[in-house]
């Protein structure tokens, strides 16, 4: 397993196109983690988040799905098979805009620091995979806040793969991409969906500014590298606690 130092990547090129909104004023800070499964982000990010809690620092959790607004109506779609890629985009957006609105806003404005394991750029590499537009996409979710830092989670393929299939006992219909009708064999459909999502995420290391891990890396050394980073680019005693 390497052991060599990820590289930062830093942006070049000029912001998507439609431009993504100005970071809004609040006294908190996001910070985000993505990834394809497999790349060992949620095992990084709860890390992080477990260090910061120890430390009393202000902080607040938020996943992918996770709106108890949505669950059930996303539950019953995946258990019916009925979700077409626009649909199924539509219900993980207003997953999003329902935590967005009673969550991660108001702590933004709170002054609390967000951990958000995947975010909108989720919805960009997965559901372009499935066929949605990528500007159509953009302009569902431009009233996301921009975050802080979104640290992307870079393991080959096979490796996450591996990692995926070794972990679980069968995988699920839309998990494998088997609405696409992209193989017969779950296995192999993961394979082309998770390579179809990986590219996407490639392609906007450099637009959306991207800080790119090396998922292959140990996990202490990683997640070392990743406080490290986290405080260089934002200000933790904002969030640290008051002393008496």
């Known amino acids: 397993m390497s052991t060599a130092t990820p590289d930062i990547v830093t942006a070049t090129l000029p912001a998507p196109e439609p431009a993504a909104p100005p970071r809004r004023q609040y006294p908190g800070a996001l910070v985000?983690?993505?990834g394809i499964d497999g790349s060992g982000k949620s095992t990084q990010l709860y890390l992080l988040?477990?260090?910061?809690?120890i430390g009393?620092?202000?902080?607040?959790?938020?996943?992918?799905?996770?709106?108890?607004?949505?669950?059930?109506?996303?539950?019953?779609?995946?258990?019916?098979?009925?979700?077409?890629?626009?649909?199924?985009?539509?219900?993980?957006?207003a997953d999003f805009a329902d935590r967005c609105e009673r969550q991660i806003l108001p702590l933004l404005h709170g002054g609390y620091l967000v951990l958000a394991d995947r975010y909108v750029?989720?919805?960009?590499?997965?559901?372009?995979?499935?066929?949605?537009?990528?500007?159509?996409?953009?302009?569902?979710?431009?009233?996301?806040?921009?975050?802080?830092?979104v640290f992307y989670f870079?393991?080959?393929?096979?490796?996450?793969?591996?990692?995926?299939?070794?972990?679980?006992?069968?995988?699920?219909?839309?998990?494998?991409?088997?609405?696409?009708?992209?193989?017969?064999?779950?296995?192999?459909?993961?394979?082309i969906f998770q390579e179809r999502i990986l590219n996407n995420y490639d392609q906007m290391v450099e637009t959306d500014r991207f800080v790119v891990m090396d998922g292959t890396v140990r996990v202490n050394r990683l997640q070392k590298l990743m406080r490290q980073i986290l405080a260089d680019r934002v200000s933790l005693a904002r969030f640290a606690p008051k002393k008496s």
């Open 154 to 191: 870079r393991a080959p393929l096979d490796v996450a793969v591996t990692r995926i299939l070794a972990g679980r006992p069968k995988l699920k219909y839309y998990e494998a991409g088997m609405d696409l009708a992209l193989s017969l064999d779950r296995a192999e459909s993961f394979r």
């Open 32 to 34: 985000v983690v993505e």
């Open 49 to 53: 988040k477990r260090w910061l809690e």
């Open 121 to 149: 750029y989720t919805a960009f590499a997965r559901d372009a995979a499935r066929g949605c537009s990528p500007h159509w996409l953009r302009n569902l979710y431009s009233f996301a806040p921009v975050p802080d830092i």
């Open 56 to 93: 009393g620092y202000r902080i607040h959790f938020t996943e992918w799905n996770s709106s108890p607004l949505v669950k059930s109506a996303t539950r019953r779609g995946k258990q019916r098979r009925l979700l077409t890629p626009a649909t199924f985009s539509l219900l993980h957006a």
